[in-house]
């Protein structure tokens, strides 16, 4: 009876738990409670994925982000805020220490509400570039609302699938119209890795400041596809940072506006949808991999292996210790998490999931190719001989890319060299006949010699009883 209940307490912590693979727990820092009813869709949206939200203000000195050295949210959203500073709490330091326990934040800005320096500190740190001008906004002459912007062009229509980037897995792909009201433009570093922008402006857009009241701009922050509207940064540690340009892109009346491109026709815009992958992919609801079953064995015995070991290691999972040229076969089961289930892992032809053999670097480095798929998983494999060198080798999978989570699983073996009854019989070896029958001959000779000279002594003389001279 007691292992019942249990089985159906863990079953309503499931049905309650967030779509989320890292947690539940949503912080949304909001500094005036009138602006939390601006994006109450937003909100509804958030909560029947199973997000507990918690709204406080930055300016509450009892907030605190980790409570005995852990993380009391598992999430952060950070809406715009008009002051300076955001509080004791929320300090850039706080912020890093909070990623590096796997936290994962959403940040929005306005162009309506100047940037903390707190803020401005922590984008510096991860190589993300806002105007120096704290007014600055991005206007496009040519793709803006016609209804909502017709003299100040600040309000950008963006064609979902054009902008986004090719290697996003689709995450914020689809159909449909974005608005972007008043936005920010983010400039992302050249030197990290871990930058990618998700969204970018058309190329006929650039930063301005409409307080400079001028009718050309000489020396914009940024233009074109250099300006990101929305940019994202995935730790090493897989902790997911996103800037997202536009806060009012959030808000209630964008959601299920009507807007019209110049020269286009009236659209619905995709805010929703959209705001709903950000936020999953930011809150690891989407590109979270996965991985099963490891494994690695015998794939045959190869040639002139004798040793007993060899042969019962064939058809052994995972051994200990291999001897040098044995033929191996490497397993591995990679499943994706998509909102609330595994599926199984595919990956683009144009890309390569690799095994790694190495010691202190890879002498092998081989593709691993799908050999199976179930409901939820992709086994990969890989066969191949291994090195004439002794020592201790890991099968290693690092596989790091744009918007997914990083793998790097490691398994160490031990690679003998041949033991002494391993080594082929000299017979075998085509090569070894000639020094062989030098032996022989060499043997045959001696006897030879031998017998011809126990044979061969000299005559006597019968009548001197002497040898003959």
Same mark, same amino acid.
Request: aromatic share 10%; glycine share 6%; hydrophobic share 40%.
């Given at each position: ?21 890292? =947690? ?15 994006? %109450? ?7 029947? &994925? ?48 909070? !990623? ?53 062009? #600040?309000?950008? *229509? ?6 986004? &980037? ?8 689809? #159909? ?5 009201? &008043? ?62 340009? %536009? ?24 805010? +929703? ?27 045959? *015995?190869?040639?002139?292996?004798? =040793? ?18 044995? #033929?191996?076969?490497?397993? *591995? ?31 092998? &480095? ?29 099968? +290693? ?27 082929? +019989?000299?017979?075998? *070896? ?5 020094? !062989?029958? =030098? ?31």
């Amino acid at each position: 009876m007691r292992w019942l209940l249990s089985l159906t307490f863990i079953a309503l912590l499931g049905l309650v738990q967030a779509l989320s693979s890292s =947690g539940s727990r949503l912080l949304v820092v909001v500094e005036e409670a009138a602006e939390k009813a601006k994006y %109450s869709t937003f909100w509804k949206d958030l909560e029947e &994925r199973g997000y507990k939200l918690t709204f406080d203000s930055p300016k509450n000195d009892k907030l605190s982000l980790f409570q005995h050295g852990e993380r009391s949210f598992d999430h952060i959203l950070l809406l715009p805020a008009k002051s300076k500073g955001l509080g004791p709490a929320l300090t850039p330091n706080l912020l890093l220490q909070f !990623i590096n326990k796997d936290g994962n934040i959403l940040l929005t800005v306005s162009a309506d509400a100047p940037t903390p320096t707190a803020i401005s500190s922590l984008l510096l740190e991860l190589d993300i570039h806002l105007p120096p001008d704290r007014n600055s906004l991005v206007v496009d002459h040519f793709n803006y609302d016609t209804t909502s912007a017709s003299e100040k062009h #600040d309000v950008l *229509i963006l064609t979902r699938s054009s902008p986004l &980037r090719s290697d996003a897995r689709n995450f914020f792909g689809g #159909d449909g119209t974005l608005a972007f009201p &008043r936005a920010v433009a983010q400039e992302l570093g050249n030197t990290s890795p871990l930058l990618a922008p998700i969204l970018r402006a058309k190329s006929t857009a650039y930063s301005y400041n409409p307080k400079d009241e001028v009718e050309t701009v000489e020396d914009p922050f940024a233009v074109g596809e250099q300006i990101a509207l929305v940019s994202s940064m995935q730790a090493r540690n897989s902790a997911r940072f996103t800037v997202f340009g %536009s806060a009012e892109a959030l808000e209630d009346k964008w959601f299920d506006a009507k807007v019209k491109p110049v020269g286009g026709k009236d659209s619905k815009t995709a805010n +929703r949808e959209f705001a709903k992958q950000v936020t999953a992919w930011t809150f690891k609801e989407l590109g979270v991999l996965k991985v099963g079953r490891v494994e690695h064995h015998l794939s045959s *015995i190869s040639e002139g292996s004798s =040793g007993n070991d060899s042969v019962a290691q064939l058809g052994y999972l995972n051994p200990t210790i291999y001897r040098v040229k044995n #033929d191996v076969t490497f397993n *591995i089961e990679f499943s994706e998490y998509s909102y609330d289930h595994l599926v199984p892992l595919k990956i683009d032809p144009a890309d390569a999931l690799q095994l790694e053999f190495t010691m202190l670097s890879p002498f092998h &480095r081989l593709d691993l190719v799908p050999i199976s798929t179930t409901a939820n998983s992709t086994i990969f494999s890989s066969t191949f001989k291994l090195p004439d060198q002794h020592g201790i080798f890991s099968f +290693r999978v690092n596989y790091k890319r744009p918007f997914l989570t990083n793998v790097d699983v490691k398994r160490e073996v031990t690679v003998r060299h041949f033991a002494h009854d391993e080594w082929p +019989r000299s017979w075998e *070896i085509s090569a070894g006949w000639v020094w !062989i029958a =030098g032996v022989w001959i060499t043997v045959i000779g001696w006897v030879a010699f031998v017998g011809i000279w126990l044979w061969s002594e000299p005559a006597y003389d019968q009548s001197k009883g002497k040898k003959m001279q």
